[in-house]
């Protein structure tokens, strides 16, 4: 290759690299001067949803636009984080991720890469599960369910919002490491799940905390443990699943926001600053603790870094359990 040759491929890289900076900050001057879309890959009334809705009227005060919520459930998430995905990089689509993002590259084959077409801006919050069982179940702690399930193999079921959702896989690991055999029995979402418990169908359910706390104060249900790295205000006589001796039960959904990959810089920046606003005033903290939700922001490194590694750990977890399916 000729020197002039070279310099010339040089020059066209510099360009590109160059319109490309100068179209970004002119976005990001601009940004927003139009309403922004908040995808939510969860129907209306799950706890994905009523967290996203939590946060949009103070997020669009201090972007200074008014935040449509745009519900796009199904294909347990797949399907509203392929629209981001496919969306353009302007910062005015972006998606509320949740656990399940980081389950369902494992689960499923998907038309978007969850680490390479996204640019992680914050995370947003923790939700607790809780667990519950039937009211007259003979057991009042989570040492006692393990061994009632020991004494009776296969007779006892536990119901989950569908296969690879996150009681499913929580409760895959405890099967194997404390040798129990309890069968699981998937639904078509949590409100399903619930109402299997509720009319005595099955015995075992972990579900979203703000779904399973109307049920657990009317005493319909009982609640054995929560998790988290501390008791749940709504319920402070319930024990973390941690403190009761099952850390393999500990996990919470965590929520975090991501917007395309090539998304300028400077908008994830603005966008990212708009949610350390919006997760500090006491409005939006308010209806986040209604939603059982807890805030917690982080810098957008801080995020990747988290997803990455929630991508890796439920990747192992559904390999050793032979877990997999196409469609759910």
């Known amino acids: 290759m000729s ?27 601009q940004y927003p ?3 922004i879309t908040l995808v939510v890959p969860f129907a209306a009334g799950t706890g994905a949803d009523i967290t996203g809705r939590a946060i949009a009227p103070t997020l669009g005060e201090f972007l200074g636009q008014s935040m449509v919520v745009d519900n796009r459930g199904g294909g347990g998430g797949s399907i509203g984080a392929k629209m981001v995905a496919k969306a353009r990089p302007d910062g005015y689509t972006i998606l509320l991720a949740s656990i399940s993002f980081s389950v369902i590259p494992s689960l499923m084959k998907l038309e978007f890469d969850p680490v390479k077409d996204f640019e992680p801006v914050t995370m947003v919050g923790i939700q607790p599960y809780v667990l519950v069982v039937p009211p007259l179940l003979p057991v009042n702690s989570i040492k006692e369910l393990i061994a009632l399930a020991r004494s009776k193999p296969g007779q006892l079921n536990y119901a989950t919002s569908g ?7 929580q409760w895959e690991m405890i099967k194997k490491e404390r040798n129990i055999d309890i069968v699981h029995i998937p639904r078509k979402g949590t409100s399903e799940a619930l109402t299997d418990i509720l009319a005595g169908r099955v015995q075992i359910l972990l579900t979203p905390l703000p ?7 009317a005493g319909r249900v009982k ?22 001796g099952f850390p393999s039960l500990n996990d919470s959904v965590w929520y975090a926001i991501l917007v395309p990959a090539g998304t300028p810089k400077e908008i994830v920046t603005q966008i990212n600053a708009a949610f350390v606003k919006t997760l500090l005033k006491p409005d939006a903290i308010e209806r986040l603790a209604r939603a059982a939700t807890e805030p917690k922001s982080s810098t957008p490194e801080e995020s990747a870094t988290f997803i990455k590694a929630q991508v890796a750990k439920w990747a192992k977890v559904i390999n050793d359990a032979g877990i997999r399916i196409d469609v759910f």
Not at 163 to 169: A, D, K, M, P, T
Request: proline share 6%.
């Open 33 to 35: 001067s139009r309403p």
């Open 163 to 169: 296969i690879g959702g996150l009681g499913h896989l």
């Open 223 to 244: 609640a054995l443990g929560v998790t988290g790295d501390k008791r749940a205000l709504q319920l402070p006589d319930v024990p973390t699943v941690y403190d009761a």
């Open 3 to 29: 020197t002039k040759l070279m310099l010339h491929i040089i020059d066209l890289v510099f360009s590109a690299a160059m319109f490309s900076f100068i179209v970004g900050s002119a976005l990001a001057q």
């Open 211 to 217: 779904t399973g706390l109307p049920q657990i104060k």
